[in-house]
DNA sequence: CATCTTGTTGCAATTTAGTTGCATTTATAA
DNA sequence: TTATAAATGCAACTAAATTGCAACAAGATG
């Protein structure tokens, strides 16, 4: 991957904060700076490369978040969207894989709302 | 609710079949019975009366599925996708609410991919 | 340092899911 | 049978995501 200054502003973003961030939230904050297009192609990209991981929320809109180890595995863990501050985030919490009788179980996403610790405190 | 003539070939759909159905497929298969907006709003209708309940899917899709009981708050229990024979649904068992440190969980999904008992037998 | 190669980007057009407003139709109660 | 409110069809629209292609630029090579 080429180090293009798109990439870098992307990449400086998912330091910044740990919360799963959408898609649109980075083409809007980004408008001036890259094309949706361009964010887009980056994040598929990150993901390839296991930098980051997505899920779909509880809108229907894609949302990447950073992964703590590289690793080409999606990460199993709780996505938790809290209810006052709109904030989605990755609890850092191993599920272990619901064993299902006559199941196979391969990928596991779990997708939950509430309120969370800052909202509480 | 009147029962329409839409409304009861949507009605026989759920009934045929325990699957969740997505609204796409539903749109598809009724184009020349039915308008789309019909199919969402019979949907819409449906799910607040209590005989269905709804989810997105891994691709970012809507589907509904019958519920066991008549009841207006969500089921809890995950969504199962096949990737072989790729038909989503319910499965059956009650997924406790995960409890975490400092945070107050409301609403809970659990969506997993693999392979059913179907497609392994 | 100059130049070449190819990965990357911008842009415009397109696809697809889902929504809305309004005129028309139809189930059903009176 | 008729009135009326619910339901439908249609066309236009919004918003997320994708695609093709020409132009650009990172960084490897000489």
Same mark, same amino acid.
């Given at each position: 991957m080429r180090k293009t200054k798109q990439l870098k502003l992307l990449l400086n973003e998912f330091n910044q904060k740990e919360d799963a961030i959408s898609i649109v939230e980075l083409v809007n904050k980004f408008s001036d700076k890259m094309n949706k297009t361009t964010v887009y192609r980056i994040l598929d990209r990150f993901e390839k490369e296991g930098i980051l991981h997505w899920f779909i929320d509880n809108d229907g809109l894609k949302r990447y978040a950073k992964n703590k !180890? !590289?690793?080409?595995t999606k990460e199993v863990h709780p996505h938790f969207l809290c209810e006052d501050c709109g904030t989605t985030s990755c609890i850092p919490i191993n599920i272990k894989l619901p064993s299902i009788p006559e199941y196979i179980i391969k990928t596991s996403e779990h997708f939950l709302t509430g309120q969370c610790k800052k909202c509480l405190s």
């Open positions: !180890k !590289k690793s080409n």
